[in-house]
C-alpha cells in the first residue's frame, strides 16, 4: 500500500468515525433533553408539605425532570399534555424523609456479635463497602431520600465512594452528605482495652494539638467531607452522685482549629457531646450541631439558642443494647437514656432547633428508622414538628431550604407517601409505600 493511500484511507475512517461519534453525541443530548421534559403529575389526597402548619387535600403536583415545577389544588390545575399521573389520590404524601445522624458503614453494636470492634477487625473494606450499599438502599426503601452520614468507623473515604456510585447512577441510595474519617483525640476512640504494645486501627481520625487538628480537618475536606464530624466526649459513666460523667476530648483551641479551618471552606461541624466539660468546649468551639446532647445544662441550651447551634437527639439508639441494670454499666445506659428524655423535653421548651436523627448503624439497618418519630412525640413533640425535623428543619442545616424537605415549586423531585395519616398516628411513618427520588419513581406500591 502506498503511504498515500495509507493517509487517505486513515482520513475517511477519521471522518467516519467522526460523524457517527457526532451522531451518538447527539442521540445522547436528546435523550437528556427528553428526560429532562418528562413530566409527571402526583395527584396527593393529603399533602404535607414540610413546611406548613397543616396538610392540604386534593393537591397536584407539577415534576419537570427532576424538580418540582407547581403544587395547586387538584380541581384548578393545568396539567400538561402528555403528562404522567400518578394517583395517590387515596394516600397522604410528603417529602422525602432525611436522617441527619447515620452510619451506612457501622453494622450494629450487639455485644452477643462482637460489638463495635467487631466492624473493624472481622471485615474486609470491600464487604463493609457492600454492606454500606445495601445500608443506603434499605434508607431509601424507608423513604429516607436524604442522609448525613457522619462517620464512616474506621473505614476512611468510603462514604465519598458510596455518595459517588449513588451519584452516578451505579446503585441506588439517598442524597448523602457525608463527613468521612471523624476526628477525636488519643484515647478519645475505639478500638480500645487492647494490650498497649498492639497499635490497633481507630474508628476516627486521632489528633493532639490545634496543627494536628487542623491537618486532619484539611485532608477530610479534600477528601471530600461535606461537614466534619469531632467527638467532644467520649467515655461515660454514673458518678458518685448519680449523674452522668462524659470524659472530655478536645480542647477549645484543637476545635477552634477544626471549626475556623471548616467554616473557611464554608463548610460545617458537627459534634458529639454528652454532657459537661465536653459539651461546653463544643460550644464555646463554635460547633454548629451537637449530636445525641444527653445532658443538656441550662447554660448550654442558653448558649445553643444564642448561637443558633442544631440540637440532633439521636433518642432511639439510647435504648439498645443496655447492660444489666445491677452493674456499673447498666446503671449508666438506664441514666443515659432517663436524662436524654429531660433534656429533649428542655430542649423543645426553650425552642432549639431540633433535627431527626437516629444513629441508624449503632442501631442494625435492619431495624426502623423511622422508630425516632414515636420516640419524639412521646415525649412531647407534635407529629408535625417532627416531620418537620426529619424534612425543611434538616433541610435548613444543611443549606438546602428549599431544595429538599419541602414540596415546592423549584425544590428537587424527592416526595414519599403512605396509606395512612402519620399525623393521627406517628407510627405509620414506618409504612412508606412510595418513593421518588429525584424525579424517579424508586417504589410504587399503592397503585
Ligand atoms: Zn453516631
Redesign the pocket.
Given at each position: 500500500m502506498t503511504a498515500l493511500r495509507r493517509t487517505m484511507i486513515f482520513c475517511v475512517a477519521m471522518i467516519l468515525w467522526a460523524l457517527t461519534a457526532g451522531v451518538s453525541v447527539l442521540a445522547q443530548e436528546k435523550s437528556a433533553a427528553s428526560a429532562s421534559q418528562q413530566v409527571m403529575v402526583i395527584r396527593a389526597g393529603t399533602l404535607i408539605d414540610g413546611k406548613s402548619d397543616s396538610p392540604r387535600r386534593n393537591q397536584s403536583i407539577v415534576i419537570r425532570g427532576n424538580r418540582i415545577e407547581s403544587v395547586s389544588d387538584t380541581g384548578n390545575a393545568k396539567i400538561p399534555a402528555g403528562a404522567n399521573v400518578i394517583d395517590l389520590s387515596r394516600a397522604t404524601v410528603l417529602p422525602g424523609l432525611i436522617d441527619s445522624?447515620?452510619?451506612i458503614f457501622?453494622q450494629g453494636e450487639d455485644p452477643s456479635r462482637g460489638g463495635y470492634d467487631a466492624n473493624i477487625l472481622n471485615y474486609p473494606l470491600s464487604f463493609r463497602a457492600a454492606r454500606a450499599t445495601v445500608a443506603a438502599r434499605r434508607a431509601l426503601e424507608q423513604g429516607f431520600t436524604t442522609l448525613r452520614d457522619?462517620?464512616t468507623e474506621g473505614a476512611g473515604y468510603g462514604d465519598v465512594g458510596i455518595k459517588k456510585a449513588i451519584e452516578e447512577g451505579y446503585i441506588p441510595g439517598p442524597r448523602l452528605f457525608v463527613s468521612t474519617r471523624a476526628i477525636s483525640t488519643t484515647a478519645g476512640y475505639p478500638l480500645e482495652g487492647y494490650a498497649p504494645e498492639l497499635k490497633m486501627p481507630t474508628g476516627a481520625q486521632l489528633i493532639d494539638g490545634p496543627i494536628e487538628a487542623r491537618k486532619a480537618a484539611r485532608e477530610q475536606l479534600g477528601h471530600g467531607a461535606d461537614w466534619i464530624?469531632v467527638y467532644m466526649t467520649h467515655r461515660s459513666w454514673a458518678g458518685k452522685n448519680g449523674e452522668l460523667v462524659s470524659q472530655p476530648t478536645l480542647t477549645v483551641e484543637e476545635l477552634k482549629a477544626v471549626v475556623d479551618e471548616t467554616h473557611g471552606w464554608g463548610k460545617k461541624v458537627a459534634c458529639?457531646a454528652y454532657g459537661g466539660i465536653g459539651l461546653h468546649r463544643a460550644l464555646d468551639g463554635g460547633c454548629d450541631s451537637i449530636?445525641?446532647g444527653l445532658d443538656l445544662d441550662d447554660a448550654a441550651i442558653a448558649q445553643m439558642l444564642n448561637q443558633g447551634t442544631w440540637y440532633c437527639p439521636?433518642l432511639s439508639?439510647y435504648y439498645y443494647d443496655w447492660e444489666p441494670a445491677d452493674t456499673p454499666a447498666g446503671k449508666r445506659d438506664r441514666l443515659r437514656a432517663s436524662l436524654h428524655e429531660e433534656s429533649f423535653k428542655k430542649a423543645m421548651k426553650a425552642g432549639l432547633k431540633i433535627v431527626f436523627?437516629t444513629?441508624i448503624?449503632?442501631i442494625p439497618w435492619t431495624d426502623s428508622i423511622a422508630q425516632e418519630f414515636p420516640r419524639m412525640v412521646e415525649l412531647g413533640m407534635s407529629p408535625m414538628e417532627a416531620i418537620k425535623s426529619a424534612t425543611s428543619r434538616a433541610a435548613e442545616m444543611l443549606d438546602m431550604a428549599g431544595q429538599i424537605g419541602v414540596i415546592v415549586p423549584g425544590a428537587y423531585a424527592d416526595v414519599v407517601a403512605l396509606a395512612s395519616d402519620p399525623l393521627q398516628n406517628i407510627k405509620q411513618l414506618e409504612q412508606i409505600r412510595f418513593v421518588m427520588k429525584d424525579g424517579k419513581v424508586f417504589k410504587n406500591e399503592l397503585q
Open positions: 445522624h447515620t452510619h457501622l457522619v462517620e464530624k458529639h449530636e445525641h439521636t439508639v436523627g444513629d448503624g449503632g
